[in-house]
């Protein structure tokens, strides 16, 4: 019986003995997969996307996108603009949808040196992917269809979704044959808020 006993307690100091001594010489080894973030395609992958998948990328995108915290710029008119300037157009931004929000007021400036600049000023936009500002020859802009109808440029990425900012017009576009500004989604070809052009 002691010969029992004496053979369970050894068993049971060499398990614990085991039991605290083996992460000495046993690695737990962990390879947990990486924590997925949404990466934004390329304007070419979403192209080729089912029409199902371009829907669903593009809600996930467009919801991280207005989830963000405002970009606020306060661009100073430069000192070529504070000399003389003309305004030759205004507009005011409006709301595309009731999720493409815009608002505040689009000015285009000739300068002394006939270069023309669009200036933004108490600007403010929902937030998306890949926004940029574009110049289309069409007045009344509401949808894709309305931009792709007409002609337009790209002057630009949109520097912030809220505040002043200026927006260099190229030496040789003729801005007269532009009517209105677009806020426009460049990964998915949504409009964000257009702003008619009128001539002063």
């Not at 979403?46 to 405002?70: C, F, G, H, I």
């Amino acid at each position: 019986m002691k010969k029992i006993l004496l053979a369970l307690a050894l068993v049971i100091v060499a398990a614990a003995g085991w039991f605290f001594a083996s992460p000495l010489f046993i690695d737990d080894v962990v390879d947990e997969a990486p924590i997925a973030v949404a990466a934004v395609p390329t304007r070419e992958q979403v192209r080729k996307m089912p029409p199902e998948q371009r829907t669903v990328v593009m809600n996930e995108l467009m919801a991280s996108s207005a989830a963000k915290s405002d970009t606020v710029m306060d661009e100073p008119m430069n000192m070529a603009m504070a000399e003389t300037p003309l305004v030759v157009a205004l507009g005011n931004f409006t709301d595309a949808d009731a999720i493409h929000r815009g608002s505040g007021k689009a000015s285009m400036y000739r300068l002394p040196d006939g270069s023309h600049v669009l200036r933004f000023e108490d600007f403010a936009v929902t937030n998306g992917p890949a926004l940029v500002v574009l110049m289309s020859s069409v007045a009344e802009v509401s949808s894709a269809e309305d931009v792709k109808a007409g002609r337009y440029i790209k002057l630009g990425k949109l520097k912030g979704n809220k505040g002043n900012q200026n927006y260099t017009i190229p030496a040789s576009i003729d801005p007269s044959h532009y009517r209105s500004v677009v806020i426009w989604c460049d990964l998915f070809d949504v409009v964000f808020s257009p702003a008619t052009l009128n001539a002063t």
